[in-house]
Structure formats: structure tokens, C-alpha cells
Nanobody, 115 residues
């Protein structure tokens, strides 16, 4: 069974940093795109950062210059480096991977930024 698993969330003070990881397991195929999304309480899920194989990363305006998405060469692991965190970055962060046309979501990891 193919799974997408996030890790690295936690509690951090405003101005701090966190690095989230997303790993694909149970698949012999690599992802063709991986992206990070977040959902704050009472709000819709939104795209934070995304990267397709061979493509340039794209970011939500609210995180440009602070967050950076990267991946391993095999496109089975993605990272989201988050710097200068703000209380408004508090949300559950989800990883999505597109594998052979199917989009798979992880279970999410909580990021809480205290002021």
C-alpha cells in the first residue's frame, strides 16, 4: 500500500524555523510532483509550495522568501524548510504526491507558532 507520511511539525516561537519532511513508501514509482498544503482552523486548505519533476518550485505569496521546498533525486522525499515563522503560519501541514496520475495525501503534521 502506497503511503505518504509527513514529519517534523511541532511548536516553535515566532521567528523560529522548522523543517518538514514527506516520504513516500510502498511504491516502486517516483512522484511526478510533490507539494505542501496547509489548513488552519476554520479556513480552507491552501497550497504553500509545490514542485514538479524537472520544474521550478512555486510558492504562495504569503511564504515567498521564508519557505523553501526541495526534494531528493528519486522524487520520493520532499522537504519544506520554514524560516522566520509567524503565528499565522500555524496550521496542519499536508504533503501531496502525484504518482502515476493519482494524487495521494499524507495525514498531516501540526505546526504551531507562538507569539
Amino acid at each position: 500500500q502506497v503511503q505518504v507520511v509527513e514529519s517534523g511539525g511541532g511548536l516553535v516561537q515566532a521567528g523560529g524555523s522548522l523543517r518538514l519532511s514527506c516520504s513516500i513508501s510502498g511504491s516502486i514509482y517516483s512522484a511526478t510532483a510533490m507539494s505542501w498544503h496547509r489548513q488552519a482552523p476554520g479556513k480552507e486548505r491552501e497550497l504553500v509550495a509545490g514542485m514538479a519533476s524537472g520544474g521550478m518550485p512555486n510558492y504562495a505569496d504569503s511564504v515567498k522568501g521564508r519557505f523553501a521546498i526541495s526534494r531528493d533525486h528519486a522524487m520520493k522525499t520532499s522537504y519544506l524548510q520554514m524560516e522566520s515563522l509567524k503565528p499565522e503560519d500555524t496550521a496542519v501541514y499536508y504533503c501531496k504526491a502525484r504518482i502515476r496520475g493519482a494524487e495521494l495525501w499524507g495525514q498531516g503534521t501540526q505546526v504551531t507558532v507562538s507569539s
